[in-house]
T-cell receptor, first 113, second 110 residues
Framework: DAGVIQSPRHEVTEMGQEVTLRCKPI?????LFWYRQTMMRGLELLIY????????DSGMPEDRFSAKMPNASFSTLKIQPSEPRDSAVYFC???????????FGPGTRLTVL | GENVEQHPSTLSVQEGDSAVIKCTYS??????FPWYKQELGKRPQLIID?????GEKKDQRIAVTLNKTAKHFSLHITETQPEDSAVYFC?????????FGPGTSLSVIP
């Protein structure tokens, strides 16, 4: 298995633009997590899905952020409109159940100018 | 909700010495405690985990201890090597959600 796949790996955009981050979890995993990592705030859980259903989105910072998981092999995290304070590394992770090892993707480094 | 604290935030040790990182959690119902290592510019990766039915687990130079009564758990790295230099995150599972600590930046000085 190729592991968790994320795209793009790097994204540079201007304030106000829409940003879409993509994630393909490991086949067979039924839990998917989106994290944001910054120096100031560390590793923050934004939202997680279980069997394609959003379970907890309390970490989503505001309405500009939305996430979907239309099927077991694909998820998106969208920011619209983007702001400079959204600049961070966004990780997607997957696992088989919440209480097992999470496998992280390589991350997307987002820069909003 | 669950709160996970981690100390110290930075740690420097001489190569060959031991390193200890301590974490506390608030939810007494938490029953799964993973540790992740993140090298500079890389993704976090699980290095060891422990469940609440055991008090200690060891894997080569790495060990984790759990004290459920006191609600704290620790990571022990013996015979540290330069490649152990990284940020280490503890975490606790609460209400089906894994909560990460703020991380410890470990530097192993050759």
């Amino acid at each position: 298995d190729a592991g968790v796949i994320q795209s793009p790996r790097h994204e540079v955009t201007e304030m106000g633009q829409e940003v879409t981050l993509r994630c393909k979890p490991i086949s067979g995993h039924n839990s998917l997590f989106w994290y944001r990592q910054t120096m100031m705030r560390g590793l923050e859980l934004l939202i997680y899905f279980n069997n394609n259903v959003p379970i907890d989105d309390s970490g989503m910072p505001e309405d500009r952020f939305s996430a979907k998981m239309p099927n077991a092999s694909f998820s998106t995290l969208k920011i619209q409109p983007s702001e400079p304070r959204d600049s961070a590394v966004y990780f997607c992770a997957s696992s088989f159940g919440q209480n097992n090892e999470q496998f992280f993707g390589p991350g997307t480094r987002l820069t909003v100018l | 909700g669950e709160n996970v604290e981690q100390h110290p935030s930075t740690l420097s040790v001489q190569e060959g010495d031991s390193a200890v990182i301590k974490c506390t959690y608030s939810d007494s119902a938490s029953n799964y405690f993973p540790w992740y290592k993140q090298e500079l510019g890389k993704r976090p990766q699980l290095i060891i985990d422990i469940r609440s039915n055991v008090g200690e687990k060891k894997d080569q130079r790495i060990a984790v201890t759990l004290n459920k009564t006191a609600k704290h758990f620790s990571l022990h790295i013996t015979e540290t090597q330069p490649e152990d230099s990284a940020v280490y995150f503890c975490a606790a599972l609460s209400y089906d959600k894994v909560i990460f600590g703020p991380g410890t930046s470990l530097s192993v000085i050759p």
